[in-house]
C-alpha cells in the first residue's frame, strides 16, 4: 500500500491544477508540468528543487493494482440527505460556452415596445430557458449562466447586446452532448422570435471520467461493513483520481461538508465524518486488494 | 407672436434639464436656475454675463394665451406609419426604480439544481415579466431593464445577487401607478418561488404632463388644413414644453426622425418633414389666437 500526496492539485499558484498526477498519467509531459511557473516566473521544477521535494525517482511508468482517493463532496449533497459515505461513480464532463445576444439601442421613453430589440429581454428568456434545460435532464445534469454583462447598460436605454457565460455539466458524455444541442435550439428559437441575433462559442470541453467498477463496488461494501449511511454520487469537480483513472481503476469516497461549501474559509468537515472517510478507504484498499 | 429658445433645454452641461423654462414656469426658484454650475464649477450666471446673454426683462411672471413648442419625435412611430405630423396628447410619466434580488452564491459543478438559490434565474423571469407587464397595457407603456450587473460575475459560480434598474413610462398617472403595483407582484411572486429575497426602491418620479385639448385640437386642425398626414402621439421624452403646461395652455408637433434616432450624430430630419413642422406650427398659432 503506498500512500501519495500530488503536487500541485489546486492550481492557485501554479496552473493548470493536477499537475503532478497529469504528468504521473501521461496527460502532460514531464518538461511541461516541471516548466510550468507561477506570476513571479519562478517554475515547479526551481521551486521543488529550493524546498528540497524533487525527489528521485521517476514521475509515472510504474503499474499498480487501483487508487483510491478521499476528498469531501464540496456539495451540499450528502448533508442534506444525512449520509455519511458518497461511493463516487465518476466525475461529470463539463462543456464552456460564451455567447452574445444583439438587439439594437434604443431610448427606452421614445421606443415602443413593440419596435424594441432588446438584448436582455432575449438574454433573460436563454438564462430561464437554459435552467429548464438542466432541470429536464434531472437529476444530474447542471447548467449555470454565472457571468452576464449589459451593454450599453444604461437606465434609460433599451440594451443592445448582452454576453453570458453557460457552464453545462453531466456525467454522461453522450446527455451532455445532447444539452449541448439543446442549447442551441433554445438560443435560436428564442433570439428568431424576438428578431435579435446571436453568436455561441465553446471555449472548453472537459470528458466525462467514469469511475471503475470493481473500485466503486468495493467502496459500497467498505461502507456497508463500517455500519455508515451512503449512496453512489457523481464528483461535480474535477480530482487527481480523474487522471489516474486514464491509466488504472480509480475510486473516490466523499464525506460531507458543512453546507457543501469548499474553497472558501468556511469550508468544514467534522472529525467524526473525517474519520469515517478514512477508514472507507483502508476497509476499501482491503477489499480491493482481496479481490 | 413671441419666439422662445429656451436656455439649457438638455442639461448637458448645467443638471438638471430644461432650467429656463423651469425658472419661467416656477418650478425653480432664478436663483436655483443662476446658481447652477457646469462640472469646472462655472454657473450659469456667470456664463449668460460673459457672453453677453444674461437680458434685463425677468423671467416669467408674464401673460400669455399659449405656447407651442416644435420637436423631432426621437422615436419611430411617424417614420414607421409615414405620418408627417404627431399631434403631441401630453409626455408620459416616469417612475425609476433599483431592484437587487439575493439568493447564495454557489459551485457550478458541484450544487444540484433543486439545491440552489440563483438569484440570476430570479432576475431573469422578473426582466421578462416587466417585459409582459408592458405588453400588457399596449399601446402606451413602456418598461424597460437597462442596467443589470451579476455578482460574484464568474463562470462556475451560481450568482448570489443580481442589481438592475427598472425604468417604468405611461403617459397616465393612474395606470403608471398601477404598473408599479405590478411590479412589486412580479418581484413577490418570483422571488418567493425561488426561495430568494428582493429589495426595490423607487429612485425617481417624474408626474405625467397632459397638453392643453385646445392646443392639440388646433394642431391637429392646422395638420389637416395643411394636408399633411398626422396621427395623436405621446412623448416619450422631457420638453421645456412639460413645464410650461404647468402654467398655460400648450401644445407639441412632433416631426419624424430617421429610424427613431435622437441624441446620436445619426440624428436626422428631412427638409421637408422640419418644413412641413414649421408650416403647422404657424397654422396651429393662427388657429389658436381665432378661438
Same mark, same amino acid.
Given at each position: 500500500? *503506498? ?5 500541485? *492539485?489546486?492550481?492557485? $499558484?501554479?496552473? /493548470?491544477? #493536477? ?27 526551481? &521551486? !521543488? ?8 525517482? %521517476? ?11 478521499? +476528498? ?11 449520509? @455519511? ?12 460556452? &460564451?455567447? @452574445? ?5 434604443? =431610448?427606452?421613453?421614445?421606443?415602443? #415596445? %413593440?419596435? $424594441? +430589440? ?9 438564462v430561464d430557458g437554459i435552467h429548464t434545460l438542466a432541470m429536464s435532464h434531472a437529476p444530474d445534469a447542471v447548467a449555470t449562466v454565472g457571468r452576464l454583462l449589459v451593454y450599453p447598460g444604461s437606465t ?11 457552464? !453545462? $455539466? =453531466? ?6 452532448? *445532447? ?18 441575433? +446571436?453568436?455561441? +462559442?465553446?471555449?472548453?470541453?472537459? &470528458? /466525462?471520467? /467514469? ?8 467502496? $459500497?461494501?467498505?461502507?456497508? *461493513? ?22 488504472? /481503476?480509480?475510486? #473516490? ?9 469548499? =474553497? ?23 477489499? =480491493?486488494?482481496?479481490?
Amino acid at each position: 500500500v *503506498e500512500a501519495v500526496a500530488w503536487t500541485n *492539485e489546486e492550481g492557485a $499558484r501554479f496552473a /493548470p491544477a #493536477m499537475i503532478a498526477s497529469g504528468v504521473f498519467a501521461g496527460v502532460f509531459s514531464e518538461e511541461y508540468g516541471l516548466s510550468r511557473a507561477d506570476s513571479d516566473g519562478k517554475t515547479i521544477a526551481e &521551486e !521543488l528543487d529550493r524546498i528540497g521535494y524533487k525527489g528521485g525517482l %521517476p514521475c509515472g511508468g510504474r503499474s499498480f493494482r487501483a487508487l483510491f482517493e478521499a +476528498h469531501i463532496e464540496q456539495g451540499p449533497v450528502l448533508e442534506a440527505e444525512n449520509k @455519511t459515505i458518497g461511493a463516487v461513480s465518476g466525475i461529470q464532463g463539463i462543456r464552456w460556452f &460564451e455567447c @452574445t445576444v444583439s438587439g439594437s439601442e434604443s =431610448h427606452a421613453g421614445t421606443t415602443p #415596445m %413593440p419596435a $424594441r +430589440h432588446d438584448a436582455l429581454v432575449g438574454a433573460a428568456r436563454i438564462v430561464d430557458g437554459i435552467h429548464t434545460l438542466a432541470m429536464s435532464h434531472a437529476p444530474d445534469a447542471v447548467a449555470t449562466v454565472g457571468r452576464l454583462l449589459v451593454y450599453p447598460g444604461s437606465t434609460n436605454v433599451v440594451p443592445g447586446s448582452v454576453f453570458f457565460s453557460v457552464d !453545462l $455539466r =453531466h456525467p454522461d458524455d453522450g446527455v451532455l452532448k *445532447e444539452m449541448a444541442s439543446e442549447l442551441e435550439a433554445i438560443l435560436n428559437g428564442i433570439t428568431a422570435g424576438l428578431k435579435l441575433s +446571436h453568436d455561441l +462559442h465553446e471555449i472548453w470541453y472537459s &470528458e /466525462p471520467v /467514469p469511475f471503475d467498477p470493481s473500485c466503486i463496488a468495493s467502496i $459500497r461494501q467498505a461502507a456497508e *461493513e463500517g455500519g455508515y449511511a451512503y449512496r453512489d454520487i457523481v464528483s461535480g469537480a474535477g480530482h487527481d483520481a480523474g487522471n489516474i483513472a486514464k491509466i488504472a /481503476p480509480t475510486g #473516490m469516497i466523499f464525506v460531507p461538508c458543512a453546507g457543501g461549501i469548499s =474553497h472558501n474559509e468556511a469550508e468544514s468537515a467534522t472529525p467524526e465524518d473525517l474519520a469515517a472517510g478514512c477508514n472507507v478507504l483502508l476497509r476499501a484498499v482491503l477489499a =480491493h486488494a482481496s479481490l
